[in-house]
């Protein structure tokens, strides 16, 4: 087995929001048939775009959580291409058909606001594509070079500098570590939920938080600091070597307005 092995990375892909991609075409249980709009389809390419290049040679997958977008309880639905939960994960599977193949695909559970009172769609999705569920978080050994990544969506916090959480998480888990409560060195960290590309390496680990597929959205919470909500599109694949190596595999696409875009008066 080869020292290096490629891990590829998808979160946050809020599939049923008006701003997160949706296939050109999904046909309900009913027969009638919902389509993308024309900002779903752009967003919905860049997703392609990654799965056929940066994941193409991923020799394994996660799912980091939030891949539906789920009932939005307080705005009662608005916001969403349907608020059918079934539709929602069938729309996510057909989005991600790509990487269904014989990888293995291990996913954790997102947010409990983009799951649904009763059901969790993000189970519901990798029950759906035959992959394996890690619940909240999990540790994972990668044969070969051994490495060890902790997987989790992630918790709010640090919401003007990333690096307030990363910092924290680390720190956190060295002091775990030299207690032996963790009786192995985690090398790298992944998250995601926050909606922003993030990497940075110190002497203990790397961490890692994801970019998203779902663009800026009219919530009163991102518009206090509009700027900084403003979400990276794309995905991560990430080349795990010997003694902790990380070498990144990032695509990022331009951003996209739909409900802030510019109007002429």
């Known amino acids: 087995m080869s020292e290096w092995r490629r891990i590829g990375f998808l979160s946050d892909l809020h599939t049923g929001s008006l701003c997160a991609p949706w296939p050109d075409e999904y046909e309900m249980a009913a027969g009638n048939v919902i389509c993308a709009s024309p900002a779903q389809r752009i967003l919905r390419q860049y997703l392609d775009d990654f799965l056929s290049h940066e994941m193409r040679e991923a020799e394994m997958i996660f799912l980091l959580g939030d891949m539906c977008q789920g009932e939005n ?3 009662t639905g608005r916001g969403t291409t349907t608020p059918e939960l079934d539709a929602q994960v069938g729309a996510a599977a057909m989005l991600i058909d790509k990487i269904v193949d ?3 695909i291990r996913g954790v559970t997102g947010s409990g606001y983009h799951q649904a009172m009763s059901m969790s769609l993000d189970k519901a999705l990798l029950q759906k594509i035959g ?3 890690l619940e909240k978080l999990r540790h994972v050994r990668i044969a070969g ?4 990544i902790q997987v989790a969506h992630g918790v ?3 919401a003007i500098y990333d690096g307030t959480v990363t910092d924290r998480e680390s720190i956190m ?3 775990a570590e030299a207690r032996q409560k963790i009786p192995y060195h985690v090398d790298l ?3 995601g939920h926050l909606h922003h590309f993030f990497y940075m390496e110190d002497c203990s680990r790397a961490f890692l938080r994801l970019p998203c597929w779902q663009t800026w959205y009219g919530w009163d919470g991102l518009i206090g600091t509009y700027g900084k909500k403003q979400p990276d599109l794309g995905g991560v694949c990430v080349d795990c070597g010997p003694k902790g190596r990380i070498v990144l595999h990032k695509r990022l696409y331009p951003a996209i307005q739909i409900h802030d ?3 002429g008066v």
């Open 73 to 75: 309880r307080k705005e």
């Open 102 to 104: 014989s990888r293995p």
């Open 131 to 133: 992959g394996n569920d």
């Open 145 to 148: 070079p051994g490495c060890v």
């Open 156 to 158: 709010g916090g640090g």
């Open 173 to 175: 888990l060295d002091v």
């Open 189 to 191: 960290i992944v998250r």
């Open 261 to 263: 875009g510019l109007m």
